[in-house]
């Protein structure tokens, strides 16, 4: 980790996105969340880290991605992204129709990993499977979303698929794939907003308590073991709350940090909070499993 540190900080902060993009595509993919370290430790905004963080967790979700490539996953749709809710479907030989509303990084991305149904039912609810395709290709047309006023680094767009040709992965679509990917992409974001505090605190001189506390963050996130275990939800709950007394030690010191920083920050930190709906059941699960043990 320390010589992750050392190298990075002799480095000035991106210039840009594109050079950020560069940088976030040459990682190794075998730690993903090193990876995650070494880029955010560079990082100029909130978007920046963001989509370091949103990378790596699905290169940890699927290792046999093309690293050379921005991947998206593609679930939500009109009418929302639970699985009974998803419309989207896949043949057999896996050519997949549908829409998607709301893709991440989807002008990007060559790499798609859609969430479609296969027309079959178990218990009520939908089959899915997660697809992987290939951008651009047949029967994939993508419209570009305009720029929102929260993190306008990162692009969104709607995908529309017209038997367009995949590669059906193995496992549950949901389970497997769309439900883990919320938990990877928690613990790969944490890591790169705590690798982006870090990173300003100490190139614009704040006081010391914020990058301690940073390490202590980013060292307790290295340590894990991307399981998807109830334990494993209670340690990145703790983490999130260490994480928000950061962020109120780190707004309090903000004199020291030029004053495009201070404002890009103040109108994307809405990020932080987006998942908390999700974040919370998975926590309370993890509670209730904990809590079993004394009955």
């Given at each position: 980790?320390?010589?992750?540190?050392?190298?990075?900080?002799?480095?000035?902060?991106?210039?840009?996105f594109?050079?950020f993009?560069q940088?976030?595509?040459?990682?190794?993919?075998?730690?993903?969340?090193?990876?995650?370290?070494?880029v955010s430790?560079?990082?100029?905004?909130?978007?920046?880290?963001?989509?370091?963080?949103?990378?790596?967790a699905?290169?940890a979700?699927l290792?046999?991605?093309?690293?050379?490539?921005?991947?998206?996953?593609?679930?939500?749709?009109?009418?929302?992204n639970h699985?009974?809710?998803?419309?989207?479907?896949?043949?057999?030989?896996?050519?997949?129709?549908?829409?998607?509303?709301f893709?991440?990084?989807?002008?990007?991305?060559?790499?798609l990993?859609?969430?479609?149904?296969?027309?079959?039912?178990q218990g009520?609810?939908?089959?899915?499977?997660?697809?992987?395709?290939?951008?651009?290709?047949?029967?994939?047309?993508?419209?570009?979303?305009?720029?929102?006023?929260?993190?306008?680094?990162?692009?969104?767009?709607?995908?529309?698929?017209?038997?367009?040709?995949?590669?059906?992965?193995?496992?549950?679509?949901?389970?497997?794939?769309?439900?883990r990917?919320?938990?990877?992409?928690?613990?790969?974001?944490?890591m790169?907003?705590?690798?982006?505090i870090?990173?300003?605190?100490v190139?614009h001189?704040?006081?010391?308590?914020?990058?301690?506390?940073?390490?202590?963050?980013?060292?307790?996130?290295?340590?894990q073991?991307?399981?998807?275990?109830?334990?494993?939800?209670?340690?990145?709950?703790?983490?999130?709350?260490?994480?928000?007394?950061?962020?109120?030690?780190?707004?309090a010191?903000?004199?020291?940090?030029?004053?495009?920083f201070?404002?890009?920050?103040?109108?994307?930190?809405?990020?932080?909070?987006?998942?908390?709906?999700?974040?919370?059941?998975?926590?309370?699960?993890?509670?209730?499993?904990?809590?079993?043990?004394?009955?």
């Amino acid at each position: 980790m320390y010589r992750i540190i050392d190298a990075q900080l002799k480095q000035p902060q991106f210039a840009s996105f594109t050079e950020f993009a560069q940088a976030a595509l040459s990682q190794d993919k075998k730690n993903s969340l090193q990876a995650v370290l070494s880029v955010s430790l560079r990082a100029s905004s909130i978007g920046q880290a963001f989509a370091v963080g949103y990378r790596c967790a699905l290169q940890a979700l699927l290792p046999e991605l093309n690293s050379s490539q921005w991947v998206a996953m593609c679930v939500t749709e009109p009418q929302g992204n639970h699985p009974k809710q998803i419309q989207t479907q896949v043949t057999p030989d896996g050519l997949v129709s549908g829409q998607k509303s709301f893709v991440t990084m989807a002008e990007l991305s060559q790499q798609l990993i859609v969430i479609a149904k296969t027309g079959e039912a178990q218990g009520g609810r939908p089959v899915l499977k997660a697809v992987l395709l290939q951008q651009p290709s047949t029967g994939i047309t993508l419209q570009i979303m305009n720029a929102m006023n929260l993190v306008p680094d990162i692009g969104h767009g709607q995908i529309a698929l017209e038997n367009a040709q995949g590669i059906i992965l193995p496992g549950d679509g949901h389970n497997d794939y769309s439900k883990r990917f919320r938990y990877l992409e928690d613990i790969h974001v944490l890591m790169a907003f705590a690798g982006l505090i870090f990173n300003v605190s100490v190139r614009h001189k704040m006081p010391s308590n914020i990058s301690e506390k940073c390490l202590l963050l980013i060292s307790s996130l290295l340590a894990q073991k991307l399981l998807d275990e109830p334990w494993q939800h209670l340690h990145i709950a703790a983490a999130f709350g260490m994480f928000e007394k950061i962020v109120g030690d780190f707004e309090a010191s903000f004199d020291s940090v030029p004053e495009s920083f201070k404002s890009n920050w103040l109108r994307d930190k809405k990020l932080f909070s987006i998942a908390n709906k999700a974040k919370l059941a998975r926590t309370e699960r993890a509670r209730s499993w904990l809590q079993g043990y004394s009955n």
